[in-house]
C-alpha cells in the first residue's frame, strides 16, 4: 500500500523563511530586528515612507517564494498567504506611488487603517514578520557564536590568592638558623606583600599605641615579639600612618580603606636546620586582627 513520503513539515519551513531572508537587504533585516509592540514610533514623512517601502520589500520577497508554491506557515495553504501579502503590496504601492500617492505619514496612516479592516492581510504579515524575526535572531546568535571572542579581561589576583602563593613558596623551605623564636607574617593589602619579622628591630609608636587600644593583654607580652605587628608597623611606615588614630582610620570601612585583608605567619622549627612552620596568631593577635578586619590565613597550620 502506498504511504506519501512523511515530510518534516517545521523542517520544511525553516527552509523556506531563510530562503526568504537570503533575499533581504540588511535595511529588512534590521526592519526586523526591532522589537514588535510598544508605542509607535513618531516618523517623518520620508521615515514613514522609508518604513512602507521595507514592509512591502519583505511581503514581496515572500510572495515571490510562494510562487513557486513553497509553504511559509502551517495553518494556511500557500496561496491563501501569497494572496494576502499581494493585496499588502499593491495597497503599499497604491497609496505611496502613482497618481493616488499620499505624503509618507498620511500614506502609513492610511496603510495601518486598511489594515485594520483586512485582518486576514494583517495576520498574515504578522505571521510572516514573527517567522522571519524568529529565524534571524538564531542566525545573528549563530553568527556571533563564530566572532572571535574578545579577550577575557585581566583579573587582579585577590588578596588570598597573593597570600596563598607566596606562602607556598616560603612554607617548608629554610628558615634563619639558631635557637632564638624566629617567626615570620605576610600582610596582604590590596594585591601589596608587607613582611614582617621579629628580627629586633622596634615597633613605631602609632603601632604600639594602636595595639595598646586594641588588645586586653592576655599574657605578658612584647609587642615587638609578634610578626604580625611587624608586619602591621610595615604597612603603616608605608603609608606615613604616624598616629593610633590614622592607623585605625586606614582599616575602617570607608572607600579608598583596606578592605579583605589577609595575613599568615609562620615559626621557625627544627633541630639541625630550621624550616618555615605555619602557625596560627597568637591569642593577643587574635584579638587586634579582627577589630581591623584582617583575616588570618591558618589552613594547614601546625599549631
Ligand atoms: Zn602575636
Known sequence: MYQEPRIDRAALI????????????????????????????????????AD?????????????????DKALN????????????????????????GHERLPGRKARAAVGAWL??????????????????????????EAAALLPKPPAPKVPPTDQQVLTEQLGRVIGRPAPAG??????????????????????????????????EL???????????????????????SRNLTTADQIRHAFTRAPGNVTGAVIGAMDAE????????????CDNCSQWLPQLGITPDTTGAKR
Open 14 to 49: 525553516t527552509k523556506n523563511v531563510k530562503a526568504v531572508l537570503a533575499g533581504l537587504s540588511e535595511l529588512h533585516k534590521i526592519y526586523l530586528r526591532r522589537p514588535v509592540g510598544g508605542p509607535a514610533p513618531v516618523l517623518d514623512d520620508a521615515q514613514s515612507l
Open 52 to 68: 512602507l517601502e521595507l514592509v512591502e520589500g519583505i511581503a514581496q520577497r515572500a510572495v515571490t517564494e510562494l510562487r513557486y
Open 74 to 97: 502551517e495553518d494556511s495553504t500557500p496561496d491563501y498567504l501569497r494572496v494576502s501579502l499581494e493585496k499588502l503590496v499593491q495597497e503599499i504601492r497604491r497609496v505611496s506611488t
Open 116 to 141: 485594520q479592516a483586512e485582518s486576514d492581510v494583517r495576520e498574515a504579515f504578522e505571521d510572516l514578520r514573527w517567522r522571519l524575526a524568529t529565524q534571524l535572531a538564531v542566525l545573528d546568535a
Open 179 to 212: 635557637t632564638e623564636p624566629t617567626v615570620r607574617a605576610y600582610l596582604v593589602i590590596g594585591g601589596v606583600l608587607y613582611r614582617g619579622d621579629n628580627d629586633g628591630r622596634t615597633v613605631s609608636d602609632a603601632t604600639k599605641d594602636l595595639l595598646e
Open 215 to 237: 588588645v586586653t593583654r592576655l599574657e605578658k607580652w612584647t609587642v615587638s615579639g609578634c610578626a604580625e605587628v611587624h608586619a602591621l608597623d610595615v604597612y603603616a611606615r
Open 270 to 281: 627544627g633541630r639541625s636546620g630550621r624550616y618555615w612552620v605555619k602557625r596560627t596568631p
